[in-house]
């Protein structure tokens, strides 16, 4: 009875820490950079830069303001959920203005003998052991550069869609456990499986 009243607690104190966590996460200004425009409209927040232009909606109890250069997000009232919000809306609109200002990228790596990828305008095309090629089309605001036949390089503002496309990729053709042949990502550490040995 002891262990679970304690576990209980763990458990409330652990929840609480967290939501006063992104609480506190909540509370810290945006800078603005020079070439990056901020517009509040109600309950949507409009960010545009060099890069491309993102809105990001704010979910009831929620608000923002620019002042002094800053984008700060502020929140009427004291829930639960608009506390753990608070924070999750911060953080989305830090990745909104670093990624119209600056970008983001993920880069991947083939290996395989003969397994290669080649860019025809919007259209990827693997041969990675299949029968047929596997093709792939590049969605709207992805850059993508391809080198040597085998370094994927993914490139844009939006820092779900650049993650997105990554996976997308890598899933055409994982790595093998064995030979670890496949699509990967840059840096990625595997864990390679030993083949049956016969008795």
């Not at 608009?82 to 990624?99: D, P």
């Not at 397994?115 to 990827?124: D, E, F, I, N, S």
């Not at 990675?128 to 992805?142: E, F, R």
């Not at 996976?167 to 499986?193: C, H, S, T, W």
């Amino acid at each position: 009875m002891a262990w679970a009243v304690k576990c209980c607690a763990q458990s409330g104190s652990s929840v609480k820490d967290k939501e006063e966590n992104m609480s506190r996460i909540g509370k810290m200004p945006i800078a603005i950079p020079a070439g990056v425009e901020v517009k509040v409209m109600g309950p949507k927040v409009s960010i545009k830069g060099p890069l491309g232009k993102m809105d990001w909606p704010l979910e009831q109890g929620l608000g923002a303001v620019v002042e002094n250069g800053h984008l700060l997000v502020n929140r009427t009232s004291e829930e639960r959920n608009v506390r753990a919000l608070h924070g999750l809306a911060r953080a989305e609109l830090s990745n909104i203005v670093l990624g119209v200002s600056k970008g983001y990228e993920r880069s991947l790596e083939i290996t395989g003998v003969g397994y290669k990828v080649a860019l025809q305008g919007r259209t990827m095309s693997f041969n990675v052991g299949y029968i047929n090629p596997v093709l792939y089309q590049i969605p709207a605001g992805i850059e993508v550069k391809v080198d040597k036949q085998t370094l994927i390089n993914v490139k844009g503002f939006d820092k779900r869609l650049v993650g997105q496309v990554a996976a997308n990729l890598r899933a055409i053709k994982p790595p093998d456990v064995y030979k670890q042949k496949g699509v990967r990502f840059m840096g990625e550490v595997l864990r390679k499986k030993e083949g049956k040995t016969g008795k």
